[in-house]
């Protein structure tokens, strides 16, 4: 019997536990994203013919150069392949298709997929096709133990649910004094490069100060709030030399809103 839930000690010691997504799930994704794709396609197909032609009419039924259908025809090779290594890797592990179904790509040891775990599976994705219509890959995904196709295996992924926490109806206490801060997440511009070295660690550091924030007093909260910023600031970019403490707070309060979007779902 195929395992639907994996219990997964990250390399911080901290324990998650994940939904599997199954064949079910997957293949629906996929279908979307190969929707979304098709339709692209076909959109530059006739935009070329247009272009070509004048009109949408096929290209036998002139003299043309076949440089450009060669070039269009390398370019959609590149787009359907690259849509998804580059969606799985800047998106948090999900193509559009994932995002609607509530499924994401993830490494094994709980951890966001890296470049290049993204570019093996994702590169494997020419044997999973095998003989014809993903047929490999949906066999092995099938019988799996982990739902896992040969991508999977060898880049070290699995793929899983995420659930949403329902949004409270009654803001939490740090919540309230981020939004009497006049705070959003648009105050702290962080790159995609950066905010992939946020693991369940940082994440944990940074929910565990919020808790504590309204708690402490102003001595203690200021020591504390340097002691985060020096240890977090550094993997995003930031230098806590010449800030004060009011914008060091705002900083790491805003960081708290951004990775609360990425880590606090239920699965």
């Not at 339709?39 to 039924?61: A, D, K, Q």
């Not at 991508?151 to 329902?166: L, N, S, W």
């Amino acid at each position: 019997m195929n395992q639907e839930q994996m219990d997964i000690k990250t390399p911080e010691f901290v324990s998650i536990q994940f939904q599997l997504a199954g064949l079910g799930s997957r293949t629906a994704a996929f279908l979307l994203d190969q929707i979304l794709l098709q339709i692209i396609n076909i959109s530059v197909f006739i935009i070329l013919l247009i272009i070509m032609y004048g009109e949408p009419r096929w290209w036998f039924l002139g003299e043309q150069s076949s440089i450009p259908i060669a070039l269009t025809i390398i370019g959609l090779f590149l787009l359907n392949w690259g849509y998804f290594f580059a969606c799985e890797f800047f998106s948090g592990g999900r193509t559009l298709g994932k995002k609607l179904l509530g499924i994401r790509v993830i490494q094994e040891n709980g951890h966001s997929i890296t470049l290049l775990s993204s570019f093996i599976r994702n590169l494997l994705r020419i044997i999973d096709s095998l003989p014809v219509s993903y047929f490999l890959g949906m066999i092995m995904i099938f019988f799996h133990s982990k739902h896992k196709r040969l991508g999977d295996i060898v880049a070290g992924t699995i793929v899983v649910h995420e659930r949403r926490r329902k949004r409270k109806n009654k803001l939490s206490k740090i919540e309230k004094e981020i939004e009497s801060r006049g705070l959003s997440k648009n105050d702290l511009m962080i790159d995609e490069w950066s905010l992939k070295s946020i693991g369940a660690k940082e994440w944990k550091l940074v929910q565990t100060y919020c808790n504590r924030f309204l708690q402490l007093g102003e001595d203690e909260r200021e020591r504390l709030t340097m002691q985060v910023a020096e240890i977090l600031f550094p993997k995003i970019g930031l230098d806590v030399t010449g800030k004060n403490y009011h914008d060091v707070t705002n900083a790491l309060l805003v960081l708290y809103l951004i990775l609360k979007d990425e880590w606090e779902f239920e699965l």
